[in-house]
C-alpha cells in the first residue's frame, strides 16, 4: 500500500494542469461552430488523434487524413502544425499549486498521454506560454515512449525516470481510470475534479499544497 506522505507528485497535462482542446484553434479557422464541429466529429475525430498518443506518427497520420478529405488539406495539416495553439490557456489556480510545490522542494513530474511532439513543446516553446511548466523535473509522453496510461508500464516508467518508488508518488488526473491504473501501479492517486479538491487532497496527503 502507498505510504500516507508520499513525497513526489505526478500530474497529468490536459484537463489537470492545461485546458488542452483542438476548439481553441478551431474556432479560428472555422468561424461556423456547427462546421467546425462536424469537423472535429468527422475528419480530425478523437480516434485518429488518439493513435498519436499511442505512438503513432503525426506527420505520416496528417498525410494519410488529408488524402482521404483534399479538401479540408490545411485544416488538417493545422492540427499538429499549430498544436501548441490548442493549449493555450492553463487553469491558473493549477499553475500556483505547482509553484508552491516546487518552492516546498516537492519534486515533480508530468505525465501525459499525447503525440510526440508533445515532449519537444514541454522542452522549449511551452515555456514561453507557462512558465510553470518548467516546473517539472521531467516529462513523460505517450506518443514518444510507447505506453499510455493507464497501463502500468508508462506508471513505472516515471518512476525509473525520476528514480522513486511507486508508493513514494502521488499521481493527479482527470481520467478515472488512470487514477485506477496508478493506484493499481502502487501510487497515491487524486482524481481531479477542481483546484480546490486537489489542493485539499494533497494536503490530506502531506503534501504542502
Not at 515512449?145 to 518512476?159: E, Q, T, W, Y
Amino acid at each position: 500500500m502507498p505510504p500516507s506522505k508520499p513525497t513526489v507528485a505526478i500530474f497529468d497535462y490536459g484537463g489537470v494542469l492545461v485546458d488542452w482542446n483542438p476548439r481553441h484553434l478551431y474556432r479560428q479557422l472555422i468561424p461556423d461552430p456547427v462546421e467546425m464541429e462536424r469537423f472535429l466529429a468527422e475528419v480530425a475525430t478523437r480516434d485518429w488523434h488518439m493513435v498519436q498518443d499511442a505512438g503513432g506518427d503525426p506527420g505520416e497520420a496528417t498525410r494519410r487524413l488529408q488524402a482521404l478529405h483534399p479538401d479540408k488539406h490545411e485544416l488538417i495539416g493545422a492540427f499538429y502544425g499549430r498544436f501548441d495553439e490548442m493549449s493555450a490557456h492553463a487553469f491558473p489556480e493549477m499553475a500556483a499549486l505547482v509553484e508552491k510545490l516546487h518552492d516546498a522542494g516537492t519534486p515533480l513530474y508530468l505525465l501525459s498521454n499525447a503525440p510526440n511532439l508533445l515532449d519537444t513543446w514541454l522542452r522549449g516553446p511551452a515555456l514561453q506560454r507557462h512558465a510553470f511548466l518548467g516546473r517539472f523535473r521531467d516529462y513523460v509522453v505517450s506518443g514518444l515512449v510507447g505506453h499510455s496510461k493507464p497501463d502500468r508500464a508508462i506508471f513505472d516508467l516515471v518512476c525509473r525516470t525520476g528514480g522513486f518508488e511507486p508508493a513514494e508518488a502521488v499521481f493527479i488526473d482527470d481520467v478515472l481510470s488512470n487514477v485506477e491504473g496508478a493506484r493499481a501501479a502502487g501510487m497515491s492517486a487524486i482524481h481531479h475534479r477542481s483546484a480546490r479538491d486537489t489542493i485539499d487532497a494533497l494536503r490530506a496527503l502531506g503534501l504542502p499544497a
